[in-house]
Nanobody, 128 residues
Framework: QPPLVETGGGLVHTGGSLRLSCDTSGHAFTSYTGAWFRQAPGKEREFVAA????????YYSDSVKGRFTISRDNGKSPVFLQMNSLKPEDTAVYYC?????????????????????WGQGTQVTVSS
């Protein structure tokens, strides 16, 4: 069983909203860097958003900036992703990812290989 389980995906119309959660399955994450990635059919997995170890800093891809908000809860649900003003191009499988380390460079956050724990993903479909 993967250490992370994403929930909250579904089918929405353009302009709609969804809130994704990333629940732990027995692990207690207290100090971590958290992120969301997504993968559309036929495309590589891409960075969406991240939140720093301290929780003080957030980072977003240009394609979601201003529409998505990442947040954290130092407990059972390490990271959330509030998605507003959804577009058909947001359709993808969304994955949460956790790193138990501190990132010292903003360039580190989009690097998939730096995240140790992953969920199996939740499907988000936005209809036009």
């Amino acid at each position: 069983q993967p250490p992370l389980v994403e929930t909250g995906g579904g089918l929405v119309h353009t302009g709609g909203s969804l809130r994704l959660s990333c629940d732990t399955s027995g692990h207690a994450f207290t100090s971590y860097t958290g992120a969301w990635f997504r993968q559309a059919p036929g495309k590589e997995r891409e960075f969406v958003a991240a939140i720093s170890w301290s929780g003080d800093n957030t980072y977003y891809s240009d394609s979601v900036k201003g529409r998505f908000t990442i947040s954290r809860d130092n407990g059972k649900s390490p990271v959330f992703l509030q998605m507003n003003s959804l577009k058909p191009e947001d359709t993808a499988v969304y994955y949460c990812a956790i790193s138990p380390t501190v990132f010292y460079s903003v360039d580190d956050y989009p690097q998939r290989h730096l995240y140790l724990y992953w969920g199996q993903g939740t499907q988000v479909t936005v209809s036009s």
